[in-house]
């Protein structure tokens, strides 16, 4: 196969940071080329300078045997490269068609519905993404809403697509559509790069996988001879064990108390009579579909989003009406699922984020005085234990590889010791070694007598954490099951809807 794209020496830095160092990538027409690699270790720089939004420091990148420079990513575009960026640019009160003409050639007053209708369905047919170019993007899936970009990338008639950690966001139902797609966009001969954390992603869909570690590309190697092992190892330098032990535990006595909740947004009930406890020492596990419910659950808990009948009670004491800061104090941590929106303020330093929550009170102020040393003491202990990088405290939120900016999160929200931890896919973009990480540390709280309730939509990560297992199906709690005897069938079922015969 012939090569189509061919990255040589790139090499970038920002302040205090060598993040490509001499990186070599070659891209074969054809091919679906993944790259791994820890958080931080330089990925979406390199595919930012692929596609014009970087400029490199040194070194070159040629297609099909021509060296381009790129200053923008208008000109990448030109050349026929399309990259999905992991936040969607979509406008949400547009139509699909509307979305790809008018993203695509801006200034264009002479818009026909009916022929860019067709020119859209035409398109898509063409590439088998299928979609109805007169719907709304505001009323699409995420996983839609992806293939409207996709779609974009390929009207402006690109020969080469990279995605930037495109199942991040997605359902396992989702993920499943993508891999279709880019098994159907291989066959028509297009590269793409494909970058993720999922190892069994990788090995499913990529013909090669290049690794990264600290700027530099360390191997590319044929997914079919690898094992996650070698490429694990190839990562991080090391030995990874994949595995959780959960030692036995008693659960204690109750830390948070749902009663009979309901939630509704807007019209719609969400959450339709929910009840169940976490008690101490207990992780819960709340496993379900996308859109059944459960993260209207969790605002309710949170305080983010009104009850509409029933009741949260918190250590004995009814909190259904108290704010989230009243919450936060009382004790209740909160990993949202949504970390850009919720989590951090992006243009803040590192010290700042850390804070976020406690930064009134002491140690970090006293009689309305911020106390400077003890903010940036309690930054460099948690960057430190919680392996954020850059190690440097102030260094600001926007500018951290996507990893790194939730092991900010996730650090602030264990570190402050809460009773009740609330993690909503506290994983979601974390590398290998990261993910062992936050799960030792949802272990730790569990040790020390508090309450988690993990609410994820990877089975794999309830079955292998939880102690008891809720399934949210259409707001309504199907089962409660004990961790370690509900099997992946039942869980699969009860997530459909489908009721489980009793035993016995
Ligand atoms: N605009 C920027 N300014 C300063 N530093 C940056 C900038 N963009 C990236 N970096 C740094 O470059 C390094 C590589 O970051 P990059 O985003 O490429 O990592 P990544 O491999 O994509 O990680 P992740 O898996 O967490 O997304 C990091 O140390 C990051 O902090
Ligand atoms: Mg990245």
């Known amino acids: ?70 200053s923008s990513p208008r000109q990448a575009i030109q050349a026929g490269i399309g990259m999905v960026h992991q936040h969607f640019m979509l406008i949400p009160a547009l139509t699909v068609a509307e979305n790809i003409v008018l993203g695509s050639e801006p200034g264009n007053i002479h818009y026909r519905r009916k022929e860019n209708e067709e020119v859209i369905r035409q398109l898509s047919k063409q590439y088998h993404l299928e979609i109805d170019p007169s719907a709304k993007v505001g009323d699409l899936t995420v996983g839609l809403q992806q293939r409207v970009e996709i779609l974009k990338v390929f009207y402006r008639k690109a020969k080469v697509l990279i995605l930037d950690e495109p199942t991040a966001l997605l359902t396992p139902q989702e993920v499943e559509q993508l891999i279709q797609v880019m098994e159907r966009l291989r066959e028509q001969g297009i590269p793409i790069v494909f970058i993720s954390h999922k190892l069994d992603e990788v090995k499913r869909v990529s013909d090669r996988v290049t690794v990264m570690r600290a700027g530099k590309t360390v191997a590319t190697v044929e997914t079919a001879k690898t094992t996650p092992q070698e490429l694990a190892n190839l990562m991080v330098g090391r030995e990874v064990v994949l595995q959780v032990s959960k030692p036995p535990q008693t659960a204690g006595k109750p830390v948070l108390e749902v009663q009979d909740l309901v939630v509704a947004q807007g019209h719609a009930e969400k959450v339709r009579g929910v009840s169940f406890e976490v008690r101490q020492g207990e992780i819960f596990g709340l496993a379900g579909i996308d859109g059944n419910g459960q993260f209207e659950l969790v605002d309710a808990i949170t ?76 930054a460099e202990r948690l960057s430190e234990s919680f392996d954020v990088r850059p190690h440097r405290i102030h260094a600001i939120a926007r500018n951290l590889s996507g990893g790194n900016q939730q092991k900010v999160i996730l650090a602030r929200e264990v570190s402050r010791e809460p009773e009740l931890l609330i993690a909503a896919q506290p994983t979601r973009g974390l590398d290998v070694g990261a993910i062992q990480f936050i799960h030792d540390k949802l272990l730790e709280l569990r040790a020390n007598g508090k309450a988690v309730l993990l609410v994820s939509l990877e089975l794999d990560e309830i079955m292998s954490l939880s102690d008891r297992i809720g399934v949210i199906h259409d707001g309504r709690l199907m089962a409660v099951l004990p961790g370690g005897q509900a099997t992946r069938e039942q869980l699969g079922l009860l997530m459909t809807g489908v009721k489980l015969e009793k035993e016995g």
């Open 303 to 378: 305080g983010l989003l009104p009850a509409k009948s029933g009741k949260v009670v918190f250590r004995g004491n009814d909190i259904t009406k108290a704010n989230v800061h009243k919450r936060t104090t009382a004790g209740i941590s909160y990993i949202p699922q949504d970390r850009h929106a919720d989590g951090l303020v992006l243009d803040f330093e590192l010290t700042e984020n850390f804070v976020l929550r406690d930064f009134a009170r002491a140690p970090f102020a006293q009689f309305g005085q911020m106390h400077r040393q003890a903010i940036e003491a309690h």
């Open 1 to 70: 196969m012939s090569v189509c794209l061919e990255i040589k020496n790139l090499t970038k830095r920002f302040p205090g940071v060598l993040a490509n160092d001499r990186v070599n990538l070659e891209l074969r027409d054809g091919e679906i080329h993944a790259i791994l690699g820890e958080n931080g270790a330089g990925k979406s720089t390199l595919v930012k300078m692929i596609y014009g939004l970087y400029q490199p420091d040194s070194g070159s990148i040629s297609l099909h045997g021509q060296e381009l420079h790129f």
